[in-house]
């Protein structure tokens, strides 16, 4: 029964020209890509499953404090799934398109699975290419909530990754889909106080982003429409699940039936699930309102897991594998690479994790960098 399993399996290739192709023996118009994932798996080693889940700095890659490019070595090193680029990493077009070129190649000579190279990008002054590039910047959240236009969150998402894409870029960290509640208190970009009105200008905004070739990540669930403290040291969220179900996880809902591919969990302490863990490394958030009560079953990203919020509730490198056993897929950020890494491994081998799990959460990546075309 097991042979005839594997052999209704799809045939794998890699192509000579640098990219996975993945192709299927029946002619399906529309293949599933998560069968496909699983089926890519069977290429992977451990190690390179595991290097999928995180999705790091330049810096973590070439061990300096300011980087530009990229050493030749850095993806046989770490065989990541993504690489982040913040403004200190941009120069000038030219630049940081041969920066993003080398990563690709690097990633492709070491038989990898194309990369996540991201950015915050979101318009208004969350917009690091545009800045570091002098681009006019994108309308912001803001002026497309207070527009109310559905047409122009497109229209800006279209704009974004009209730019983004050609510099090789192809995943932002955007839109926001936080509601306001205390706009004082929000600390965030957002398209207003309306959850209806967010969730309309949210999805219309990655419907244009993901039609220019660049991926969308809903940002900030459970929602920094309302806090106490700071998201780089340590954010309260005081609302009750109920409040939070009528408004601010509405936006996120609407996403989910969408299928968002992307949702980033904030580490915002949610003090009303009944523990004191960041949201982005909470079971009761992730595995038991994002994933159970609402359904989500594609990628989980938690946001940068080196904010004091997180670094001060874990020993070094246990917050990765506290976020994996959560349900996040996608560990943004770790403080120290090398000791996630080796923690994972360790968890792993002592059966706090199973490869199992962590399959999981390959399968989802691929399958979204298939849906996106990266993988053909």
Known sequence: MLLAVLLCLPILSHAEAGGFVVEDEEDEPSPDSRRQAWA???LMTEEEKIGQLFFVSLEDLTGEARSVSVPAVALSKHPVGGVMLFGQNIETEAQL?????ALRAQAAQNHLFPLFIGVEEEGGVMSRVANKLGYEFAPSPEEIGAAGDEQLARRTGEEIAGYLAPLGINLTFAPPADTVIDRAAVGVQTYGEDPALVSRLSRAMAQGLEGGGVAAC????PGHGEKTGNSLSSLSVRRTVEEMRALEFIPFADAIAEEADMILVSNAIVRS??????ASTSNQVINGLLRGELGYDGVVATDSLRMSAVTSSYKKGQEAVAALKAGADILLLPPDLDAALQAVRRALDTGELTMERIEQSVERILALKIRMGWIQ
């Open 97 to 101: 398109l041969k920066l993003t070129q």
């Open 218 to 221: 809903f940002t900030h669930f």
């Open 273 to 278: 699930v009944g523990d004191d863990m960041p």
């Open 40 to 42: 890519l798996m069977r």
